[in-house]
């Protein structure tokens, strides 16, 4: 790379930063990339450390050592990530959104790269210092969220099939309940998409009373592995308690109230802010 001023060093250091959350950098990667001393880029990557805290766009860690170098958390402060929660909660509140049998449309927002962006950063907060190996989540609606998460994370995803498809090769199917309408269906998974005692966020866009989320936890345990957490978007507040099938989760909002025939929706931030 042509040598570089120190402002653009700085603003091609931090791009370089921002591409590779949680991956630790040897500082000889950028005096190898710049053509420049170590202590000169100690003293950019203290500069950038201080903007990334500063402006609440998440940590840079130093490693001390033959072994160490520098390492990009991305983190969202609970003020922004209550912020961000409030104008979702807005935006979900919009009577328009009702669909008859009191669903609720919401692929407009999840078809919003930044919004999953954000989101995604949250969901990635919410789990900081979690031993994670792979993001899951189930085919379709909660894809990029999952991704957007496995982005912040540095991880990759698996998907869940609702129907085995032959291009995954052998897979592993079982059939679980719907929490809400207290039906039989079925998830499978390929055996090569998941190593044996992985650990494993499962990442859905909306949960009712935990049907299948608790279907991913059961197919977790065919592969041996381990729930490392659980993280939605958004959360039914209209089941109770004893209904629900599973009970250890992080939501961003809770939809307290849908009537359909008043065209009513009550949204409000979800337990990761009471946790």
Known sequence: MKKLKRSQRLVDMTQFLLEKPHVLLPLSTFADRYGAAKSSVS????????????????ELQTLAGAAGGVRY?????????????????????????????GYLYMSDLLGLPSLMEQAGKIIATAFYGVEIDVVMTVETKGIPLAYATAAQLGLPVVLVRRDHQVTEGSAVSINYVSGSHKSIHTMSLSRRALREKSRVLIVDDFMKAGGTVRGMVDLLGEFNAEVAGVG?????GAVETEERLLHDYVSLVKLSEVDSKERRISAHPGNYFFA
Do not use: N, W, Y
Not at 43 to 58: H, S
Not at 232 to 236: A, H, K, P, R, Y
């Open 232 to 236: 939605v978007l958004v959360e039914s």
């Open 73 to 101: 958390i991305p983190r969202m402060p609970t003020d922004i990530a209550l912020a961000f929660v409030d104008g979702l909660c807005s935006q979900l509140e919009q009577s328009d959104r009702i669909l008859p049998g």
């Open 43 to 58: 003293e950019d990557l203290a500069i950038i450390k201080e903007v990334f805290e500063g402006e609440g766009m998440g």
